[in-house]
């Protein structure tokens, strides 16, 4: 996992963190004792690690959990970039995850106007998938837009924590 290009650790307090359920805290504060244990067995001293209170690393996780995208290199050009992504995701293709500041503030739509690809590196580039008007809201895809309705909205749910409110969804689609 990375932070993108040379964003502080504070930089992150922009991004808004995901609403955890009460499992997602219990796995969080298990790997925070993980940790905790490991650094101590690597003789680091508790007062180098003074920033790494549960709350701070809950509220990094917590960010990190509904911002990272999942990085699909699409080798090739930007002729067919829909069909070279479905390849991609098919052949398993992704190389890692990633935080970038900026995509992050895209909101989801299950019939998006844009999409995020990488060509080639891990640079992120947002492609308009069709024409959109000056003031209109970029909003992209964060999971599989082929699944109903009903698989849609659990999947944001359980797995970003809230209730999707894209057109698609509010007209039962
Ligand atoms: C990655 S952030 C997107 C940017 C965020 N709106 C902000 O202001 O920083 C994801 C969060 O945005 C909100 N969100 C994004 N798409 C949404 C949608 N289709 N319906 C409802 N809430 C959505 C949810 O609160 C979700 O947890």
């Given at each position: 996992?990375?932070?993108?290009?040379?964003?502080?650790?504070?930089?992150?307090?922009?991004?808004?963190?995901?609403?955890?359920?009460?499992?997602?805290?219990?796995?969080?504060?298990?790997?925070?004792?993980?940790?905790?244990?490991?650094?101590?067995?690597?003789?680091?001293?508790?007062?180098?690690?003074?920033?790494?209170?549960?709350?701070?690393?809950?509220?990094?996780?917590?960010?990190?959990?509904?911002?990272?995208f999942r990085i699909e290199l699409a080798v090739g050009s930007y002729e067919d970039?829909?069909?070279?992504?479905?390849?991609?995701?098919?052949?398993?293709?992704?190389?890692?995850?990633?935080?970038?500041?900026?995509?992050?503030?895209?909101?989801?739509?299950?019939?998006?106007?844009?999409?995020?690809?990488?060509?080639?590196?891990?640079?992120?580039?947002?492609?308009?998938?069709?024409?959109?008007?000056?003031?209109?809201?970029?909003?992209?895809?964060?999971?599989?837009?082929?699944?109903?309705?009903?698989?849609?909205?659990?999947?944001?749910?359980?797995?970003?924590?809230?209730?999707?409110?894209?057109?698609?969804?509010?007209?039962?689609?």
């Open positions: 996992m990375v932070i993108s290009g040379a964003a502080s650790a504070e930089s992150l307090d922009i991004l808004q963190p995901s609403n955890l359920s009460h499992e997602m805290v219990l796995e969080m504060e298990e790997g925070y004792g993980l940790l905790k244990s490991g650094f101590a067995m690597a003789n680091i001293s508790d007062e180098q690690m003074a920033f790494l209170t549960k709350e701070w690393y809950n509220s990094v996780l917590a960010r990190i959990r509904i911002n990272a970039l829909l069909s070279s992504a479905a390849a991609c995701i098919e052949a398993e293709a992704a190389v890692g995850n990633a935080v970038y500041m900026l995509p992050s503030l895209y909101n989801h739509d299950c019939d998006p106007n844009a999409h995020i690809v990488w060509i080639d590196n891990a640079d992120a580039q947002l492609k308009a998938l069709c024409d959109v008007e000056e003031d209109e809201e970029l909003r992209i895809c964060y999971i599989d837009a082929s699944m109903d309705h009903d698989a849609r909205q659990s999947f944001l749910l359980q797995g970003f924590g809230f209730k999707c409110n894209c057109l698609r969804c509010l007209s039962g689609d």
